[in-house]
């Protein structure tokens, strides 16, 4: 059996889709604007992989000779969230996108929710996860009421102080959430904010949780289960999934931390696919308007894909590195980006081909079902061919 590693840079979008003006994303780049807000990245191992490349990414030097294929992945589905391009990279084209909140949630979901919680609700309204905190931090602490919010993405977020309401209890209070809101007003994920600290200094904590919908089936995920080929999710992928065949799920609280966890099975994992989601780029980074920050995270983790490649010990070994929306930390407001992603993928001894411009995120699941000789997926084309 081979193994296959499939990271994603969350987030780490190369520029506006086609149909970006859409989503209100004209002219976002989060890669390039994080490479000019810093004077330059030092990224030698994506470099030599091919990340500067990818066509029309124009900001570095391309490598003579990169050491991988490289190409820019387009989005068919509708949307510009973390479920929408994970679900896509699995085979799931989302025609309709997910329910969307931008004025809150409608008074029968609250009514509900407080009725099946028994806590009162504030906020409910969009915004900033940190700035909200900021706002009714102090309320929630002193009434212990719980703070509901949402943003440009589906999603409804429930923001708790871990000394207010414990952990297990705001998990309970999310799974509450997530049964409220299906069917009519379905939304991608419910999300756990738990936060720390004192009035005027609140820091949201590692221990947020992920609720998301269900994925439809069949799907790449699940023709792996269905072969008995192991699928582990490092990080959130299991949250993304809902837990639906996932082998094994490794949590971790850093993008540091997922690395260490991916570079550990690669040593002395088993054979399968280890599906990696790196998110401190999009949670830290982006949402936060930081491309200083941004920056340092991609040179972290530049470095420990070093250390990944080092530890891909067979023929038999591929990698996938790509990325599933945009968050360009220096574009208007707090939200995704619509943008195609970079992909690099790395196999001992297979060809250095650019790939071009791929039509689906789906084309790399179809490929990595190829690699496991299992059922093709409904979408996406693969282009095994041409890295091995």
Do not use: W
Request: charged share 25%; net charge negative.
């Amino acid at each position: 059996m081979k193994r296959v590693f499939l990271v994603v840079l969350d987030s780490v979008g190369i520029g506006a889709m086609p149909d970006a003006q859409l989503y209100g994303d004209t002219g976002a780049n989060t890669l390039t604007h994080v490479y000019e807000a810093n004077g330059g990245l030092d990224l030698p191992n994506l470099k030599k992989l091919g990340l500067f490349n990818i066509n029309d990414i124009n900001v570095a030097t391309e490598e003579e000779h990169p050491i991988g294929s490289y190409g820019r992945v387009l989005e068919i589905s509708k949307g510009k969230d973390t479920t929408t391009g994970h679900f896509e990279m699995i085979g799931i084209n989302t025609k309709v996108p997910f329910k969307t909140y931008p004025n809150g949630f409608p008074k029968e979901v609250i009514d509900e929710f407080t009725r099946q919680t028994g806590k009162k609700v504030i906020g409910n309204i969009a915004a900033s996860g940190t700035q909200i905190i900021e706002d009714l931090g102090e309320e929630h602490v002193k009434t212990g009421d719980l703070i509901v919010y949402t943003s440009a993405d589906s999603v409804f977020q429930i923001a708790a102080h871990e000394d207010v309401v414990p952990l297990q209890d705001l998990y309970k209070y999310c799974k509450i959430a997530r049964e409220i809101l299906r069917g009519e007003n379905e939304v991608a994920r419910i999300i756990a904010r738990p936060f720390i600290g004192e009035v005027g200094h609140f820091t949201r904590t590692a221990n947020r949780h992920d609720y998301a919908t269900l994925p439809s089936t069949p799907n790449l995920l699940y023709n792996l289960e269905e072969a008995e080929i192991p699928v582990i999710g490092v990080g959130k992928i299991s949250d993304i999934f809902a837990g639906q065949n996932i082998t094994k799920s490794i949590p971790t609280k850093s993008n540091k931390q997922g690395m260490e966890e991916t570079i550990e099975l690669a040593k002395n994992g088993p054979k399968g696919f280890i599906f990696t989601n790196l998110v401190d780029f999009d949670m830290k980074f982006g949402h936060r308007n930081d491309p200083k920050g941004y920056a340092s995270a991609l040179e972290e983790v530049d470095g420990q894909i070093g250390e990944l490649l080092s530890a891909l010990n067979s023929a038999d070994d591929y990698l996938f590195i790509m990325a599933d929306h945009g968050c360009d930390p220096t574009f208007k407001g707090t939200d995704h980006t619509r943008e195609s992603v970079p992909l690099l993928v790395y196999h001992e001894g297979g060809p250095t081909n650019n790939l071009g411009t791929l039509k689906s995120f789906a084309d790399v699941g179809q490929t990595i079902a190829a690699i496991f000789k299992v059922k093709s997926l409904e979408i996406g084309e693969s282009f095994l061919d041409k890295i091995e």
